[in-house]
């Protein structure tokens, strides 16, 4: 077998101190945190797409990267050779997991039969690279969003026919995913949501998502897939408007359509800040929902109104994450997928390893920060204190365990016109926060 990184050798830990660039500086693998070591606390996952399959071109210019496995003519050879620099890759930087979409790994035909029979002959040789190298597969999906046919959406399309078609790859990302051992399965509803209401029945659309992902809990059923089910928000792009906006607007409707059983939340912080929120607030809600799937490891830059997918590098926002999935108890059967693509300018391959070196350290120092200031428990600590009289006052007892009314409330108020408020301290608390961080 070809190696594509020569010059590259296993990524080692080495310290805050090291200068080498291809070494961690906070990553250690084994180092235990709590309970667990830091690689099951992070469970870190290459993305196919961005790291082995993209050129780096953008609606201005052409593709940049230096990717010699895709030089190959024959797209089925390509796809070969793809998979054995992904995984030299992946072994070589240490992590555990992957993802893909269905058409990241194995080029699509000229017919449905022709596009799964090229998935069948590329499938078994990600098998044996998986077995080989004991790296797993995080989650599958289906990309719904590329291709022209689904130019008004996959499931949410007005025509029944691109519904069937969206189906058919969903059943057979769904089969792959489940022979590949896959821990979770991804929808991603790039499409699913609409460009203008003068021509948009949105209550039927979003009724057909709905029919869409019961198919495909019964169809999990049947092939046994055990695997969680996870969706992944994100307000626009490429539609003006969709309908997975952000993680309070998909509980809505997996409420509405009875799914919230089946389906957990693939929360990606790039699509938090595009959504009008940060990271840690699309934790938060997706945690206290019971619904904190899977984390989409990436960044973006608030100055760009788009989805940059940049690695992650931004410490205090990977500290404030990692404290929601510590208070979650880890994110279960999901990781931390590196959604996220070098520059365009950061060609070279070696680019790759700078850029999941970086995202590595700055979730692994944000782990051991978080852990710190949760066991200290200064935060924790000033919230309960914040909403005490709702515990130490009988009034808020009252109110907490539903033993009182609008008349006992309107009575104690009259007497009692001289409210007395705490400070909300934010100030203090930001620069506490810097503290663990700075030490
Ligand atoms: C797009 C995006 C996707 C999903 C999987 O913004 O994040 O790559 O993660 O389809
Ligand atoms: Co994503």
């Given at each position: 077998?070809?190696?594509?990184?020569?010059?590259?050798?296993?990524i080692?830990?080495e310290?805050?101190?090291?200068?080498?660039?291809?070494?961690?500086?906070?990553?250690?693998?084994?180092?235990?945190?709590?309970?667990?070591?830091?690689?099951?606390?992070?469970?870190?996952?290459?993305?196919?797409?961005?790291?082995?399959?993209?050129?780096?071109?953008?609606?201005?210019?052409?593709?940049?990267?230096?990717?010699?496995?895709?030089?190959?003519?024959?797209?089925?050879?390509?796809?070969?050779?793809?998979?054995?620099?992904?995984?030299?890759?992946m072994?070589?930087?240490?992590?555990?997991?992957?993802?893909?979409?269905?058409?990241?790994?194995?080029?699509?035909?000229?017919?449905?039969?022709?596009?799964?029979?090229?998935?069948?002959?590329?499938?078994?040789l990600?098998?044996?690279?998986?077995?080989?190298?004991?790296?797993?597969?995080?989650?599958?999906?289906?990309?719904?969003?590329?291709?022209?046919?689904?130019?008004?959406?996959?499931?949410?399309?007005?025509?029944?026919?691109?519904?069937?078609?969206?189906?058919?790859?969903?059943?057979?990302?769904?089969?792959?995913?489940?022979?590949?051992?896959?821990?979770?399965?991804?929808?991603?509803?790039?499409?699913?949501?609409?460009?203008?209401?003068?021509?948009?029945?949105?209550?039927?659309?979003?009724?057909?998502?709905?029919?869409?992902?019961?198919?495909?809990?019964?169809?999990?059923?049947?092939?046994?897939?055990?695997?969680?089910?996870?969706?992944?928000?994100?307000?626009?792009?490429?539609?003006?408007?969709?309908?997975?906006?952000?993680?309070?607007?998909?509980?809505?409707?997996?409420?509405?359509?009875?799914l919230?059983?089946?389906?957990?939340?693939?929360?990606?912080?790039?699509?938090?800040?595009?959504?009008?929120?940060?990271f840690?607030?699309?934790?938060?809600?997706?945690?206290?929902?019971?619904?904190?799937?899977?984390?989409?490891?990436?960044?973006?830059?608030?100055?760009?109104?788009?989805?940059?997918?940049?690695?992650?590098?931004?410490?205090?926002?990977?500290?404030?994450?990692?404290?929601?999935?510590?208070?979650?108890?880890?994110?279960?059967?999901?990781?931390?997928?590196?959604?996220?693509?070098?520059?365009?300018?950061?060609?070279k391959?070696?680019?790759?390893?700078?850029?999941?070196i970086?995202?590595?350290?700055?979730?692994?120092?944000?782990?051991?920060?978080?852990?710190?200031?949760l066991?200290?428990?200064?935060?924790?600590?000033?919230?309960?204190?914040?909403?005490?009289?709702?515990y130490?006052?009988?009034?808020?007892?009252?109110?907490?365990?539903?033993?009182?009314?609008?008349?006992?409330?309107?009575?104690?108020?009259?007497?009692?016109?001289?409210?007395?408020?705490?400070?909300?301290?934010?100030?203090?608390?930001?620069?506490?926060i810097?503290?663990?961080?700075?030490?």
């Amino acid at each position: 077998m070809k190696e594509y990184f020569k010059d590259v050798s296993k990524i080692e830990y080495e310290g805050a101190k090291s200068g080498n660039p291809l070494a961690f500086k906070y990553y250690n693998p084994e180092e235990i945190v709590g309970n667990k070591t830091m690689a099951d606390h992070l469970r870190f996952s290459v993305a196919y797409w961005h790291t082995f399959t993209e050129d780096g071109s953008d609606p201005f210019g052409a593709g940049t990267m230096q990717r010699p496995w895709n030089k190959i003519m024959d797209p089925l050879d390509k796809a070969r050779i793809r998979a054995e620099a992904a995984f030299e890759f992946m072994e070589k930087l240490g992590v555990d997991y992957f993802c893909f979409h269905d058409r990241d790994i194995a080029p699509e035909g000229d017919t449905l039969l022709e596009t799964n029979k090229n998935l069948e002959q590329i499938v078994p040789l990600i098998s044996d690279l998986m077995d080989e190298t004991g790296i797993d597969l995080l989650w599958g999906t289906a990309n719904l969003f590329t291709h022209p046919r689904f130019v008004h959406g996959a499931a949410t399309a007005p025509n029944a026919d691109v519904f069937a078609y969206a189906s058919a790859q969903v059943k057979k990302a769904l089969d792959i995913t489940n022979q590949l051992g896959g821990e979770n399965y991804v929808f991603w509803g790039g499409r699913e949501g609409y460009e203008t209401l003068l021509n948009t029945d949105m209550e039927f659309e979003q009724d057909n998502l709905a029919r869409f992902f019961e198919m495909a809990v019964d169809y999990a059923e049947k092939i046994g897939f055990e695997g969680q089910f996870l969706i992944e928000p994100k307000p626009k792009e490429p539609t003006k408007h969709q309908y997975d906006f952000d993680a309070a607007a998909v509980l809505s409707f997996l409420e509405k359509y009875d799914l919230k059983d089946n389906f957990k939340l693939n929360i990606e912080a790039n699509h938090a800040t595009l959504a009008g929120h940060n990271f840690q607030h699309e934790l938060y809600i997706a945690r206290i929902n019971d619904a904190l799937g899977s984390v989409d490891a990436n960044q973006g830059d608030k100055l760009l109104g788009w989805d940059t997918d940049q690695f992650p590098t931004n410490i205090y926002s990977t500290t404030l994450g990692m404290y929601e999935i510590l208070k979650n108890d880890g994110l279960g059967s999901g990781g931390l997928n590196f959604d996220a693509k070098v520059r365009r300018a950061s060609f070279k391959p070696v680019d790759l390893f700078y850029g999941h070196i970086a995202g590595m350290d700055t979730f692994a120092r944000g782990l051991k920060t978080a852990y710190k200031i949760l066991q200290d428990g200064f935060l924790e600590d000033f919230v309960e204190e914040r909403y005490s009289s709702y515990y130490e006052e009988e009034i808020g007892q009252k109110i907490v365990n539903g033993d009182t009314d609008l008349e006992e409330l309107a009575t104690y108020a009259l007497d009692n016109d001289d409210i007395e408020n705490s400070s909300g301290c934010q100030e203090l608390l930001e620069a506490k926060i810097n503290q663990y961080l700075l030490e």
